[in-house]
């Protein structure tokens, strides 16, 4: 099993320009979540969803869409990249009932200039 | 939503030597607390868990406790060696857990000098 898979790996994007970000895993996991990693703020949620076709909002969503069109992949969008955005991202998932721990993509480090 | 707050946020230790981090909580129907480790450039990873129906557990050298009353829980490494270095973080879930949502804290950075 690969797990959680992130693509890119590395982006640069110049301010305006937009992007996707797909996060893939082969778990069967229902929920996925999305995070940006920023330095002395720990790992914050954009958006999350609990299953097939469903998105939530986490705690900063502003700038970002998503999308779970299927089941093991989780979209996330930039429509207008800003400077503010430069972090890390992270994608995760994680099984139902008491299997609670989540499992970390690689990451995925953009650059918006 | 739930408030973690995590303490220290740098932590310097020699090897050999114990290291705690501790992590407050504000929502007392948490019932699940777990912590990361996130080596330099890796993906954060599980390294303990703790459920609210125990106060403390252990794993080779790391252990968790977890005090309820008081709404904090820590971690806990004895014997440190250089491989601990990390950057190490708590969380707790949003009320009743069952979107699956954490919040964590914004981190620990220890260093363990040989």
């Known amino acids: 099993n690969a797990g959680v898979t992130q693509t890119p790996k590395f982006r640069v994007l110049k301010t305006g320009q937009s992007m996707t970000l797909l996060c893939a895993q082969d778990?069967?996991?229902?929920?996925m979540y999305w995070y940006r990693q920023d330095p002395g703020m720990g790992l914050r949620l954009i958006h999350y969803s609990v299953g097939e076709g469903t998105t939530a909002k986490g705690e900063v969503p502003d700038g970002y869409n998503v999308s779970r069109l299927k089941k093991q992949n989780f979209l996330l969008g930039l429509e207008s990249a800003a400077p503010s955005q430069t972090s890390v991202y992270f994608c995760a998932s994680r099984g139902t009932g008491e299997a609670y721990e989540q499992y970390f993509g690689p990451g995925t480090r953009l650059t918006v200039t | 939503g739930e408030n973690v707050e995590q303490h220290p946020s740098t932590l310097s230790v020699q090897e050999g030597d114990s290291a705690v981090i501790k992590c407050t909580y504000s929502d007392s129907a948490s019932n699940y607390f777990p912590w990361y480790k996130q080596e330099l450039g890796k993906r954060p990873q599980l390294i303990i868990d703790i459920r609210s129906n125990v106060g403390e557990k252990k794993d080779q050298r790391i252990a968790v406790t977890l005090n309820k009353t008081a709404k904090h829980f820590s971690l806990h490494i004895t014997e440190t060696q250089p491989e601990d270095s990390a950057v190490y973080f708590c969380?707790?879930?949003?009320?009743?857990?069952?979107?699956?949502?954490?919040?964590f804290g914004r981190g620990t950075q220890l260093t363990v000098w040989p």
């Open positions: 969380a707790a879930p949003q009320r009743g857990s069952t979107l699956g949502r954490l919040y």
């Open positions: 778990m069967n996991h229902e929920y």
